[in-house]
């Protein structure tokens, strides 16, 4: 019976000792600590495109760029540069050019029609980006042995500077990935030599737009 007692208090204790225990462990602090990183940002980039000419710098909008006046059939040609720069964050890609219209003001010349426009008198004889000759770029749309302003308004958009991941001037691409730094287009225009008379007095207005692009394949 001794060695019975002995046995059941051994067990006892055995079981007030891991009771002990749990209470320990469920009674005992646990300690932890937290930091943060505040004032997180997160902002959209913006491409902002900037055109500069002979009389205007930096701006959205310019005008008379290119600017004819008295102009004569075979006569004194007219060469303009434009300048296109990135002054926004993050960098493009590329650059298209487009003649996105061609007015038509008939003058107090010797008759008028739409058989013989000026604007497809009014030949393109040079046009460049950046030193490099992209006219081959722009096709004889109207059928008459030149390029010219009728030409590159009835180009398909996105006009020139069409761009499938080859560099200029395999496929017309005309880039403008860098910031802050101006890329030129250069072109001479003039009338040609055998522009009707309906065409004296008449002047065209063109509008040119310059659109930026921040990837390949827009």
Do not use: C
């Not at 493009?92 to 058989?115: K, M, Q, R, W």
């Not at 004889?125 to 006219?135: F, K, M, P, R």
């Not at 180009?155 to 880039?175: E, K, R, W």
């Amino acid at each position: 019976m001794g060695t019975m007692k002995i046995s059941r208090i051994f067990r006892s204790l055995a079981v007030i000792s891991v009771v002990g225990l749990i209470t320990i462990s469920a009674t005992r602090a646990v300690w932890s600590d937290s930091a943060q990183s505040a004032g997180n940002v997160f902002q959209a980039g913006t491409l902002d495109l900037k055109l500069t000419d002979g009389n205007e710098t930096q701006l959205d909008n310019v005008t008379l760029t290119w600017n004819g006046t008295a102009m004569t059939p075979g006569g004194s040609a007219v060469t303009a540069s434009l300048l296109v720069r990135n002054t926004g964050n993050p960098a493009a890609d590329h650059v298209h050019f487009d003649v996105t219209s061609n007015t038509i003001s008939e003058g107090a010349g010797a008759g008028s029609g739409s058989a013989n426009p000026m604007d497809a008198n009014l030949e393109i004889t040079a046009l460049t980006y950046d030193g490099v000759n992209i006219l081959g770029f722009l096709s004889d749309g109207n059928g008459n042995g030149r390029k010219d302003l009728d030409d590159w308004e009835t180009l398909a958009a996105p006009g020139i500077g069409d761009h499938d991941g080859s560099s200029l001037p395999a496929d017309g691409t005309l880039p403008l990935s860098d910031l802050n730094t101006d890329h030129t287009l250069l072109m001479t225009i003039q009338l040609v030599s055998s522009a009707p008379n309906e065409n004296q007095g008449d002047s065209v207005t063109t509008v040119l737009t310059a659109s930026l692009h921040q990837i390949d394949g827009q």
